[in-house]
């Protein structure tokens, strides 16, 4: 049976800082890999609100500005191709980064500004919104390691090359706390094309189809080691 391949951690140029490739042309690099869909996880960090967005406009301007990696992403995937909003959150009282799925833009703009919120506040809202948080590459350099039971599980396999990731470490961490775990290319760039990802045993149209299948049997993508059940 065909899985459905799907990038978890994938950045535009559009929207996040470090990112190289358009979103158009991330939606094609992807569809020529063999991936059925893409998760557009932006950076929503101090970096991204102080380069790309003027923070003396409206935030729901802001949040226009904010979108534009995913809704560029959206427009160009057409009918045979899923694209999902996510976003790599940054909060202002740590350097950790959060993957965060199962957003909408009509969530981020009712919940405003995030940044200054701790991350205890952030997990609160976001299950309350039905989404999931896990944290990024959490034993990369000058990442703090958060309560396991904050979370909703943690990036197992981080494929980017120009960062280390220390995986095995995320692997271990995982397994000794029965933390859910994904895997993510952390795109920027061509060299991270098709680096890591999740294949679900069933297609993923939706952000509700997402969270649900984040709670089920999955594999992860991962060079090393492929497989991941729970």
Same mark, same amino acid.
């Given at each position: 049976m065909k899985q459905f391949l799907l990038e978890m951690h994938l950045h535009t140029s559009e929207t996040s800082n470090c990112g190289?490739?358009? !979103? *158009?042309? !991330? *939606?094609?690099?992807? +569809?020529? +890999? &063999?991936y059925d869909g893409i998760v557009v996880t932006d950076h929503y960090s101090s970096g991204t609100f102080k380069r790309k967005i003027p923070r003396d406009l409206p935030y729901k301007k802001q949040l226009e500005i904010y979108l534009k990696g995913y809704r560029t992403a959206l427009k160009a995937a057409g009918d045979d191709f899923t694209v999902l909003l996510g976003m790599e959150l940054s909060l202002n009282e740590t350097d950790n980064d959060y993957l965060v799925y199962g957003i909408t833009e009509e969530f981020l703009l009712e919940a405003g500004y995030l940044l200054d919120m701790s991350i205890e506040d952030f997990v609160e809202l976001a299950h309350n919104n039905g989404c999931l948080v896990y944290q990024a590459h959490p034993f990369r350099r000058h990442m703090t390691i958060v309560q396991p039971e904050l979370l909703d599980g943690i990036e197992v396999y981080n494929g980017n090359p120009r960062s280390k990731s220390n995986n095995e470490f995320s692997f271990m961490w995982a397994a000794k706390y029965g933390l859910r775990g994904i895997s993510g290319s952390d795109f920027h760039q061509l060299k991270d094309l !098709?680096? &890591?990802g999740i294949a679900f045993p069933e297609p993923v149209r939706t952000n509700e189809e997402l969270v649900k299948a984040l709670k089920g049997r999955y594999n992860l993508i991962v060079p090393q080691d492929p497989t991941y059940n729970d």
């Open positions: 190289r490739i358009s !979103a *158009v042309d !991330a *939606v094609r690099m992807y +569809k020529e +890999k &063999g !098709a680096c &890591g």
